[in-house]
């Protein structure tokens, strides 16, 4: 069905020696995965937990004016029960925001549990303890609250003019106002948009999103009966972060903290996060000394998780009479929801970047963002973070560009690509782009899905009064990924630093423990860090082990998000292997008295070049350094090295994507017929990981594109919240999907990868939005709001008829 | 989503489970396949104290002919009814029907008696026996009765049926190669209809039930008069809306709903025409 | 369902797939094979769903397979790579 759909090689032992890297090798994950083995955090059996459950606020917007949790203590079972205010001491600090991305950014100080004020629904206002789930939620309903409710603010524009200020302290709902400031162009953008012989102006509204982990969120606080240790478990994607962050929160010493990840079921963002759960069982348990435990269900996860997405763009995109870009203005309205949580207030920079798509832009380039606060849910990073909602507006601009020029939208994008031999590139932002081959990705894509034949189709079924009309989708993307280089996170204002960690070791009978700062959830990592680790030293993967998510096992590690974990984890992880073969090469060459530099290694063997009788495996060499006996002088005795590797750049994947869709004109419904994703990720360490990433992250770029959306009504609560009513699309109503091939290596580091873990999901949106409006050109169709829901398409067709007519 | 605390009880007989809701009264539910009743358990909606099981009532799973009916007991799943060879030959809307409620699980578990007896306007067998011109039959304290489908549906969940009324029977009239059509508009497969529309036209005469046009299941006979008066298909199409009174909601609003009965019974007019 | 409704019945669940020896189901191994699952988390539902799915309709087409497991999510495969499995299961 797919171009690269040829079975995985099943056979898993792969022969040391190598050609390990590229392989599709089948996934170490899996068995426990399919046999119920792996235990998720709510798995845990954790004799003589308090179960935590949490009272919501079912107004958007209200003052607390007293809780009463006598009523739930009345309960058998039920251990305590605390308002905000019974725990407002117990805090060493707020909830922590990681990203302060402007010296004046407003930041309302917030709690695990609200005092005085509710600000969202589903913001905790009290929680109970008790020896069972299901007495703890019967007591929330005997806890009494009396709020006296304020108006709610939802709407953006609404929530900007300050009529409602949410957050007295602060004066105003405004958190911040940042733009991307381009030195010398003050003026070009403006110049450019009053000359050019092409300008579109056109609003995107990003809708918000519910990231929709199949697993909840999950926490289990263990107390250390004596002394003060205290393990958390977690379902979370940050276990080192999540570790600085309660150690500072609610302080505990941080050598005391220790965060394990059990299995872990999907993040997307959603559990890159410090959540107030996860202080309220810390802090219970510990003032308790008794284990406390939290399980989300599905409601609470839609309402107290972060959302995703949420922003106004406004972009003016100028072009030449030739359709080159000669400026482009974006300005942001971000929705932040009621309170900055971990790096809520830099989604929008992340995106920042990336406006200019894969085209060569001048500088006459002119960025803001403003973000506001709402009484919703916070928005935090959801997978692409910033740079769907980007890549979103430039590529559903450069459409709207070329219905205007009347020409092709793929040869558009064609004529601005920034060609193949420019990279690196400085792109107009001042970033570096490291490779690129646009061209060859939209061939790709082009051939696939015989973009011309799709054409000479259209053109046969979109005749006047077909209610069947054909759309073809095309985008392109780049992507600011494997983040990131230290010194420009601090230029973006952010609190810490991009570099991952990874410790190699050598066991004495030469099996091999690879130890990584990344959290896999789902992305594979022990089994490729098994695959980069097995290349190197020339041994099976399966005699390489992965050590992770365990801050007491891992203890230095940024974690998994941003696309992040292979090129620096994964770099980090070949480097640290290098960094042992290094020092095994010393003890080789002093057993063998051999000099150095006369050794090869090759299939696990250390020989002497010139003497074929000399060679020493690996596992010989492990054995030395265990005993000791026999080591070059002043060398340590061991085979281990730790390297921790901050990125010089970023990464940047790149790729094309294009769609058929039908779109019945009487319904709205949208069909998708084809679907064609070329991600170029660089080199491949496992394809077959690869194209699950990007199956993935298509289909939930088309759920934006067509099925998700967070409701909220005027008075501020979530319509859709349950998954009856936020529309995550089930087999049956997505298409297959075609990949292509394309690998463009990374010049940045040594694997030449680039990072997958959000690359379908930033080019599927705007690809299926673009096939949608292109089936509604014909009617005078500008465009449609996301979700293409069959009630906005039809609303759009209306509108279009209605202003025909007049 | 966890459900208040209540009581369970398994039923062994239709008698044993109409006296035990006797004798619990008000604060007690029959409990079916339980496909609508724990969803609202769960989210608190609704709290009964007793469940009275009688899913295991097999004596009321059956699909037979009667005469010039098909006799359906009311604990049948689903997917019986949608797999009946029976109900393909006779009444093959309604085994259609049946194949598009929700999922694999929701149609291995729920009953066509459930779903009748909940009485929900957006389900899709209410207003699909309705547009057949079925005919329900309830067991009492006092022994049976018959209820046609078009005297049922009351108000909004609400039923023709007693507290301590079970539906024991679904009985359709024999279309034995009729026309027919189900048109389900829904976003993804497994949901509730946005819109339905179940028809069928035989020998000049026709049925059409709408799915979640109203507060109730709605049986448009002003698009049945329009056909019999000799309206086209595409005229009759247009009355489709006469009888009913929808809501708007996350997926449509009132006009959209409107329109969508319009277009949704014009097709499936003439598929039934074919 | 309620536990309590299952009473007497005989449930199987994934714990129960694979033989006493540890050889996986041949459901779970087209899985396996298919990379048919990422975080694991949906794969028991989809591992069940799918064989029931099979013995009720032993050569699914690939839209068979879509609408039968219309009643499970996945957040992780786009379920490109789950239909495939399930197909591989049905003609191995
Ligand atoms: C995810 C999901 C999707 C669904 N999608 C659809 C859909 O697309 N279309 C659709 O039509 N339905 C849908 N349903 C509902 C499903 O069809 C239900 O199974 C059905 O509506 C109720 O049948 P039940 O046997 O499960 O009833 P239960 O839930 O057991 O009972 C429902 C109500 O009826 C009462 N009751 C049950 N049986 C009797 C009886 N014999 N006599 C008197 N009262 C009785 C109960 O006391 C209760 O009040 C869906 C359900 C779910 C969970």
Known sequence: MTVTDNMATSDASIAAGNGVLGQRMLRKEDPALLTGEAIFTNDMKVPGALHLAVLRSPHAHARIASVDVSGALAIDGVHSAYSGADLADAWAGPMPCAWPVTDDMKNPTHFPLAVGKAAYVGDGVACVLATSDAIAHDALEAIDVEYEPLPAVIDLEAALSDDVIIHDDLGTNVSYTWPLLIEENEGDCQKAIDESAFVVTERYIQQRLIPMAMEPRAVVAMPQPFGGDMTLYSATQVPHILKVMTALTLGIPEHQMRVVCPAVGGGFGSKLNVYAEELLCVHLARTLGTPVRWNEDRSENAQATIHGRGQIQDIELAADENGKITGLRVRLIGDMGAYLQLVTPGVPLLGAFLYGGVYEIPKAFDFSCTSVFTTMTPTDAYRGAGRPEATYAIEHAMDALARKMDIDPLELRRRNFIPKDAFPYEAFTGLVYDSGDHDNAATVAEGLLDYGAMRARQAEQNVEGSTKRLGIGVSTYFEMCGLAPSRVLASLNYSAGGWESATVRVLPTSKIQVVTGTAPHGQGHETAWSMIAADKFGVDPADVDVLHSDTAIAPLGLDTYGSRSLPVGGVAIGMACDKVLDKARKIAAHQMEANEEDLGFAGGMFSVSGSPDKEMPLAAIAFEAFTAHNLPDGLEPNLEAQVTYDPPNFSWPFGTHMCAVEVDTETGQVDVLQYVAVDDCGNKVNPLIVDGQVHGGVIQGLAQALYEEARFDDDGNLLSSSLAEYLVPAASDVPPITLGESVTPSPTNALGVKGVGEAGTIGAAPCVMNAVVDALAGLGVPDVQMPASPLNVWNAIQQANKETSQ | ?274 | MLAVQADGQDIRTIEGMAAADGTLHPMQQAFMENHGLQCGYCTPGMVMAATSLLEENPNPTERDVRIGLEGNLCRCTGYHNIVKSVLAAASA
């Open chain 2, 1 to 274: 989503m966890i459900p208040a605390q209540f009581d369970y009880v398994r039923a062994e007989s239709a008698e044993e489970a109409i006296s035990l809701v006797g004798q619990h009264g008000d604060e007690s539910k029959f409990i079916a396949g339980g496909h609508s009743l724990l969803p609202l358990m769960k989210l608190r909606l609704a709290q009964p104290s007793v469940l009275i099981d009688i899913g295991r009532l097999t004596d009321l799973s059956y699909i037979r002919e009667e005469g010039d009916q098909i006799a359906i007991g009311a604990l049948t799943r689903h997917m019986d009814v949608e797999n009946s060879t029976l109900l393909t030959e006779h009444a093959p809307l309604l085994a259609h029907a049946a194949g598009h409620v929700g999922d694999p699980q929701v149609r291995h578990r729920g009953t066509i008696g459930g779903s009748i007896a909940h009485a929900d306007p957006a389900s899709d067998l209410p207003a699909t026996t309705l547009a057949m011109g079925a005919t329900y039959v309830a067991q009492g304290p006092n022994g049976r009765r018959e209820i046609p489908a078009a005297d049922f549906y009351k108000s909004f969940l609400e039923s023709d049926l007693a507290a301590d009324e079970m539906l024991v029977e679904i009985r359709v009239p024999k279309m034995t190669g009729a026309g027919w059509s189900f048109q389900k508009f829904n976003r993804r497969a497994q949901d509730w209809a946005i819109v339905g529309v179940a028809a069928w036209r035989s020998n000049g005469s026709s049925g059409v039930g709408l799915v979640n046009m109203g507060s109730v299941p709605i049986l448009a006979s002003s698009v049945s008069a329009a056909l019999s008066g000799g309206a086209s298909v595409s005229d009759a199409a247009e009355q489709a809306t006469a009888e009913s009174d929808p809501q708007s909601d996350l997926n449509a609003s009132v006009e959209y709903r409107k329109h969508l009965a319009k277009v949704l019974t014009r097709r499936a007019l003439e598929q039934a025409s074919e």
